[in-house]
């Protein structure tokens, strides 16, 4: 009974995708308006094949990763910084916050301004994406580290260092990780925006050309692989989290 | 006897409210000292006080002799509860706190409060009691001058604290140092000290020598209960 | 337990593996991208000019024909070529410095010169106004400009179909008041018009070319007679001060590049075709029924239609400055 406990989440979109097939056979679906999932993976066989799809994913993950990379470490140093400095707090954290509060995917028009039409703009707005949930989760994390253990370092007399290494980022480190998770969302959502603007490759033009040229297969495609790129990401952040809270196993959860 | 602790004038007050005032007592190398009282009576700020981790507001505390302040490296405490990292195995939170310590020093000490075979499970994995054990052990493992004990059992069923009682009556009678405990169990207190004093009314009302009682203790006999007795009717009586 | 953690932790690790491989690709990509094209100049003495343009338009075709690329060579620039999806973000880019030509209709450069930029006009095309046109459904009781009275319209906000739609509805005696409008881009407005969800549209070809062939959308009306729907080669004032040849060069190269066009409609469907991905009688439509040409800017009936624009969109509401179009308008 257990194996079978695994499929249960694939029930609703395997019977979601039955549905949409058949529709498209019996003619209730206007395929030119919708294209059946058939048609839409006979044309990400045939986008494949002539190197479109993969070309266009490989760009759009270098992008994403690059802005999460730059916006995560930006995060993380700053969550850090304001967490154990109160003066770095007094000094950062209202313009932070101020800035967060400004929807950053409108903030995509004054990155071109700035930085230009090319890969940078982009990458930016990424990294400006990715930045906030890190950033206020592993703030979260280290403030909320047990008082109870941190003064047991401070009775042992452990280093600075060894308080962060062994206490501090342990510690806030299941905050930072669902920092992690829900940055990895705005990432891919970010960089969907940021390639429909002045852009030659990535997943995000290949769906603004669809839309330009009707081609709703492509477009149906395109929302396909975000879909299954943005469930890949969660699942490889979910295995690491798993892997490195593995001693939670065995805590009572609410 | 030489003293090891000895406490001068020793006053603790918060934004003017003061905790404990005029205490004066010494604590002789090598004894054991417990501390009892109505709950909130300042015997944790005191234990607190001689730990380092917070500042008189007048009065010395010296050891040796010598006039200290702050967190010494001779000194270690245990807590109620464990205080223990949960990510990080048994073994590694013995090892926490000394670099120098091997592990095989870490696994005699774990041996010796009976936990070697679960060196490798992590805290979540082991009982209110077996978590203060290891608490224990990796107090000990610097072989500390001095060990204070913040109610330590507090949280403990009551076979347990049975249990630690001796455990830890063991472990001072091998290793040898000075411990300070506090506890609100009287019986636990004329179990495990030399001297009990009594923190009352801000201060320590009453000195008990329990020396006269053989160990290892024995709770039932008249002698003992008189002396609990006794403590009981300080600390509520007046 | 601990094989399937095994099993699992391969997996993982692969994905991982992948996933940063895939990234360098898209790394790899990118680069060799942005290298095409410099490869077998020497590009150490030639001026980079960023051209933005837009699919199919006159830019598009000067790119197409080559000459004045190859002429800006020899006066030491080299031409860099972009792709826009609009002329907004066109624009944008051009007063923030990161491209220095581009091409658009006739009412970015007026908003653009409303909001305070230092947007020029270099150079102008001859009419397109039998290209942008008012569809209705095929099966629409809408047969004149009156009959829009009440109706739903769309078209995209800020572009030359603004200025036309006031224009048309101004000869029936009405106003934006008297319609719906919906914002629609060209996409997404095309979706709307097939599935009946709006009562007209004011487009350009090769959209409009597209409904008609694919829906058989009837043309309300051409744009002939309510605007002349000029294009516009724009740079910026700084810029343009300092490269009058290079300006001077696009005009008479693009003279060529437009009688190359004429002549060569085959051709132009074809790449029509290859470029905006067009079904081969939608392009034939679109190239029938244009010719191209460059105007001259001291051609009053532009002039004044450009400052007709500007006084517009003024009385709309839609830009909060009044302007004089001849500040922005380089003179030779």
């Known amino acids: 009974m257990n194996k079978l406990k695994k499929f249960i989440p694939w029930i609703i979109p395997v019977l979601l995708i039955i549905f949409w097939q058949l529709s498209a056979v019996v003619g209730i679906l206007d395929t030119k308006v919708i294209p059946s999932p058939l048609q839409v993976i006979q044309q990400g066989i045939k986008l494949t094949k002539n190197g479109t799809l993969p070309k266009n994913i490989a760009v759009s993950l270098y992008r994403a990763t690059l802005g999460f990379l730059l916006g995560g470490s930006i995060g993380f140093v700053l969550g850090m910084a304001n967490a154990l400095s109160t003066l770095s707090r007094n000094l950062l954290d209202s313009t932070i916050q101020m800035i967060r509060n400004i929807p950053h995917l409108a903030l995509l028009p004054l990155f071109i301004v700035w930085f230009g039409i090319g890969e940078p703009a982009k990458v930016y707005l990424v990294a400006l994406g990715v930045m906030f949930p890190i950033y206020i989760n592993t703030y979260n994390g280290i403030k909320n580290v047990s008082p109870d253990l941190i003064e047991m370092g401070q009775l042992y007399q452990l280093s600075r260092s060894k308080m962060f290494k062994k206490i501090i980022f342990p510690g806030a480190l299941p905050s930072i990780l669902v920092g992690v998770r829900y940055a990895l969302g705005v990432m891919w959502t970010t960089l969907i925006v940021a390639e429909t603007v002045n852009a030659k490759s990535g997943l995000g033009y290949m769906a603004t050309d669809a839309q330009n040229f009707a081609n709703t297969k492509t477009l149906i495609l395109v929302v396909v692989m975000y879909a299954i790129l943005g469930k890949l990401s969660d699942s490889i952040a979910k295995f690491l989290e798993e892997e490195l809270l593995s001693w939670q196993v065995g805590e009572v959860k609410a | 006897m030489s003293t090891f602790l000895e406490a001068k004038n020793l006053k603790k007050a918060y934004n003017g409210r003061t905790i404990i005032d005029h205490v004066n007592f010494k604590v002789e190398t090598g004894s054991i000292v417990a501390l ?4 909130g009576g300042g015997k944790s700020t005191l234990l607190r006080l001689i730990s380092g981790i917070e500042e008189a507001t007048a009065g010395e505390l010296l050891k040796k002799d010598q006039k200290f302040s702050g967190i010494q490296a001779d000194t270690r405490i245990m807590f109620q509860n464990g205080r223990l990292l949960p990510w990080e195995k048994v073994i590694d939170n013995v090892l926490l706190v000394n670099d120098q310590s091997t592990s095989q020093q870490a696994m005699g000490l774990l041996k010796e409060v009976g936990l070697d075979h679960l060196s490798e499970s992590y805290p979540n994995a082991l009982s209110g009691g077996e978590q203060q054990r290891v608490a224990l052990a990796r107090a000990l493992i610097t072989q500390p001058e001095l060990l204070l004990l913040d109610e330590p059992l507090g949280a403990l069923d009551a076979l347990t604290r049975r249990n630690m009682q001796q455990l830890i009556v063991d472990l001072w009678q091998r290793f040898k140092f000075t411990g300070v405990l506090v506890t609100h169990d009287v019986e636990e ?10 923190v009352n009314r801000e201060t320590l009302s009453e000195k008990f020598d329990l020396r006269h009682l053989d160990r290892p203790r024995d709770s039932t006999t008249p002698a003992f209960q008189k002396v609990v007795k006794e403590i009981l009717h300080d600390i509520t009586g007046d | 337990m601990k094989k399937k953690n095994t099993f699992k932790k391969i997996i993982y690790s692969l994905l991982a593996l992948a996933w940063v491989a895939t990234a360098v690709a898209g790394f790899l990509v990118l680069r060799s991208e942005s290298n095409q094209g410099s490869s077998s100049t020497d590009s150490k ?5 960023n051209f933005g343009y837009q699919r199919g338009d006159e830019a598009d075709i000067i790119r197409m024909n080559g000459q004045f ?8 620039y080299k031409i860099k070529w972009t792709l826009f999806q609009d002329g907004t973000s066109l624009l944008t880019a051009l007063t923030s410095n990161h491209i220095q030509f581009g091409r658009t209709g006739n009412t970015p450069p007026v908003v653009s010169q409303a909001s305070g930029t230092n947007v020029v006009y270099v150079g102008a095309t001859t009419s397109k106004s039998e290209s942008s046109m008012i569809l209705v459904p095929e099966d629409s009781e809408i047969s004149s400009i009156a009959d829009l009275k009440g109706k739903t319209v769309a078209y995209g906000f800020g572009t030359s179909s603004t200025y ?6 101004q000869s029936a005696d009405l106003t934006l008041n008297d319609i719906t409008e919906t914002n629609l881009g060209q996409s997404a407005a095309a979706t709307a018009f097939q599935t009946g969800k709006v009562d007209a549209w004011v487009t350009w070809d090769p959209y409009s070319a597209a409904a008609e062939i694919q829906n058989n959308a009837k043309v309300l ?7 002349g729907d000029y294009n516009f ?3 910026t004032k700084k810029w343009a001060s300092k490269h009058s040849d290079l300006i001077d060069l696009l005009n008479k190269d693009g003279k060529i590049a437009m009688k190359w066009a004429n002549n060569n409609h085959s051709t132009l469907i074809k790449t029509f075709v290859k470029e905006l991905g067009l079904d081969e009688d939608v392009a034939e439509l679109q ?6 040409g460059m105007a001259s800017l001291s051609d009053s009936t532009i002039i004044n239609e450009q400052q007709d624009i500007a006084d517009v969109l003024y009385d709309n509401d839609m830009i909060d400055t009044k302007i004089n179009v001849k500040d922005a308008i380089i003179n030779e």
Do not use: H, P
Not at chain 2, 36 to 39: A, E, I, P, T, Y
Not at chain 2, 190 to 197: I, L, R, T
């Open chain 3, 221 to 227: 009306t051409t744009a002939k007679g309510y605007s």
């Open chain 3, 233 to 235: 080669f724009l740079s």
């Open chain 3, 287 to 292: 190239v029938s029924r244009r010719t191209y």
């Open chain 2, 189 to 198: 207190a004329v179990k495990v000290a030399d001297e009990v004093y009594v």
């Open chain 3, 164 to 169: 036309f739609l006031i224009k048309a509805l």
């Open chain 3, 69 to 76: 690329a190859k002429d800006a060579k020899k006066l030491g």
């Open chain 2, 36 to 39: 009892v009282g109505k709950s």
């Open chain 3, 45 to 49: 003495n030639l001026t980079v000019v």
